[in-house]
């Protein structure tokens, strides 16, 4: 069955700290991936997309993504969080075909504390 | 207009009542998906639209839910009957072509059903 896994529903770190949040799909090719954000009051924009051109995918506000296929993971990091970083995260993975189908985690809330 | 419009922002109707919610994607974009937005849910997938077509239907919870999309670019989302457990954020996006692309989303529609 497709689908994917944010492990964690709620993410706190300190300012300055590491942000990981954690991201599994379920895939037997490699898919498109994707990591959304969505700010307090705001809709839903995209933070970066794997395509398959890099394992590494650099995306706004300082946050990247590794795409590993042996784990099926595409976790998102910071390597040093803002107080602005605060929001809910969404991994969502295309399963393409005549379905063109996007999927989306249950989302990872990133509280940043001062 | 320079983002996708949806209509109403707010809706609160009473079970057994049907509602119509408006989606306006980006003027051009062939792509349109519906989501559903429930606490601690994250983002559902209802439905995609290519054109305006239907590809892919799964995603509706029952057969209370139809969509609909007229020229390739305005989309209804109808529910028929309102249960208590339809309350939630609906969400649509669009996409210049696949979804492989970026989504750009609406602010949503808030049903409550009392």
């Known amino acids: 069955a497709q689908s994917v896994t944010q492990l964690g529903s709620h993410v706190s770190v300190s300012e300055g700290a590491l942000v990981l949040l954690r991201c599994n799909y379920s895939s037997s090719v490699p898919p498109y991936l994707f990591w959304y954000v969505q700010y307090p009051n705001q809709g839903l924009q995209l933070l970066l997309k794997?395509?398959?051109?890099?394992?590494l995918v650099k995306g706004i506000n300082g946050f990247e993504a590794e795409f590993k296929k042996s784990e099926t993971s595409f976790h998102l990091t910071k390597p040093s969080a803002h107080m602005s970083d605060a929001a809910e995260y969404f991994c969502?993975?295309?399963?393409?075909?005549?379905?063109?189908?996007?999927?989306f985690g249950t989302g990872t809330l990133l509280a940043v504390q001062p | 207009g320079a983002g996708v419009s949806q209509s109403p922002s707010n809706k609160v109707t009473e079970k057994g009542k049907d509602v119509e919610l408006r989606c306006d994607p980006i003027s051009g974009h062939t792509a349109l998906y519906w989501y559903r937005q429930s606490l601690g849910q994250g983002l559902e997938f209802l439905i995609y639209f290519q054109g305006n077509s239907a590809p892919d239907k799964s995603g509706l919870p029952s057969d209370r839910f139809s969509a609909e999309r007229t020229g390739g670019s305005v989309s209804t989302l109808t529910i028929q009957r309102t249960q208590q457990e339809d309350s939630a954020v609906y969400l649509c996006?669009?996409?210049?072509?696949?979804?492989?692309?970026?989504?750009?989303f609406g602010s949503g529609t808030q049903l409550s059903v009392l």
């Open positions: 794997y395509t398959s051109a890099a394992t």
């Open positions: 996006a669009s996409s210049p072509s696949r979804a492989n692309e970026k989504l750009f």
């Open positions: 969502a993975v295309l399963y393409g075909g005549a379905t063109n189908k996007l999927i």
